[in-house]
C-alpha cells in the first residue's frame, strides 16, 4: 500500500542525533555526537532510595494519571528556584511542567505560529528546534552566529525585513552546537530589538547550571519587564535525561494556550518522575550534587581541548566553551565535512557535520560538533587522535 503523508511531517528529516543513538549500541564506537549527560552525573543511589519510598508511600498517585500543569509541590519548587538562582518569575508568569526542555519549543511554537509565519534562529542552531519549527511549515531565518553571540546587525534586518516574525529562538548561554555565550552588550542589543519590533523570544537554557569557568550572565528572561520572553528550561542534563522532566515559564496567558496543547498531545508529564525529582529536591542537594557535574566536565572539557591541540592541525579554529556539552571545530577552508564525517564513521568515531545544524540543510557544512560528557577521558584521548589522523 502507498501511504501519503502529512505537509507538516513530510519534509522534515531525522535527527541526525537520534540516527546516531541507533550506531552507539556497538561500545566499540568512540562518540562525540550525542549530547547525553555522562552517566557517572547521575545521582543513583540517591534515586534507588526515592524511588522506593516513593513505591511504599504514595505508590497509587505516582502511578495514577495527573494534572496537566503538573505536580504542584514540583512547580513551586522550581519557581523558588528559578527566582533565587537567576531572578526570574513575576506575578504575571506561570509555570508548566514539559516532557523535556524539546516540548517547552515544540508547544510555543504550535500555540504562537500559524503556517508561514516566521521564527528567527540563530545559524547554527539545536536541531531539535529546528525539527520542531519545520513541522509547523514554519519559515525559519538564520542569523549568523559570532563568538559572543548573534550577528546583531543581521537580527535587526531580519527583523525589518521578514513578515509576520512570531518569536526569535536563542540558546544564549552555552549554545548548542557551538558551545559559545551569549555577551551582555548582546543579550541587551536582542531585547531591545525585540522590543522595538513587537516580537517575542523563546530563551532556551538546557545548559544553565552547567558552568564550570567564567561568570554567570543574566537570563534574558531576567531583563523582561513586558512579558515578552519565554523561558525553557530542564533537569536533564543536572538530574536525568531519561526521566525527560523539564519545564516553561512564560506569560500566563501563553501558558493556559500551551496546557490546552499540552492536554493533546501527552496529557501530562510522566508524575512519577515529577514526584522522585520533588522529593530529590526536598530532601538531597542539588547544588552540591551540580558542582561535582561542573567539576567532571570541567575535566572533560580540558582534556578534549589539550588532544585538540595535541593532535589535530594547527590552522583550525575551535571554541573553548566555559560550560555545557560542546565544542564546535571549524577545519580549513575547503575541507569536505561530509566525507571527513563519514570516514570516522567508519574508524569507529562519531561526529556531527555542522549540517544538521544549520537553517538551510542544503548548504554545505564547514565545521562539526564534539561532545565531551559521554566518553572517558581515555576515550576522547584516542578518539581526537583518529580525528586528527583523518584529517591529516
Known sequence: MEYNFSDKINPVKPSAIREIFKVLQDKSVISF????????????EDIKRLSAELLEKSAGQALQYSQTEGYPLLREQVKARLKEKFSIGSEQDELIITSGGQQAIDLTAKVLCNEGDTV???????IGALNAFRAYNLNLVGVDLENDGMNIEQLENALKTEKNVRFIYVIPTFQNPMGITTSLEKRRAIMELARRYNVLILEDNPY????FSGHDLPTLKSMDTEGRVIYAGTFSKIFSA?????????PKEVIAKIVVAKQVNDVHTNIFFQMLLSNYLSSCDLDS??????ALYAKKSS????????????DIEVTRPEGG???WVTPREGTDIDALVKELAARKVAVVTGKAFQIDEN???KSFRLNYSMPTLEKIEEGVKIIGEVMK
Do not use: Q, W
Request: aromatic fraction near 8%; hydrophobic fraction near 45%.
Open 33 to 44: 555526537a550525542g549530547g547525553n549527560p555522562a552517566e557517572e552525573s547521575f545521582p543513583i
Open 120 to 126: 528567527i534562529c540563530e545559524n547554527p542552531s539545536f
Open 208 to 211: 544553565a547550571d552547567i558552568r
Open 242 to 250: 531519561g526521566m525527560r522532566v523539564g519545564f516553561c515559564l512564560a
Open 289 to 294: 550534587h551540580i558542582l561535582t557535574i561542573r
Open 303 to 314: 582534556a578534549m581541548l589539550e588532544a585538540i591541540s595535541k593532535y589535530l592541525p594547527g
Open 325 to 327: 556539552l560542546f565544542l
Open 363 to 365: 548548504s554545505p557544512a
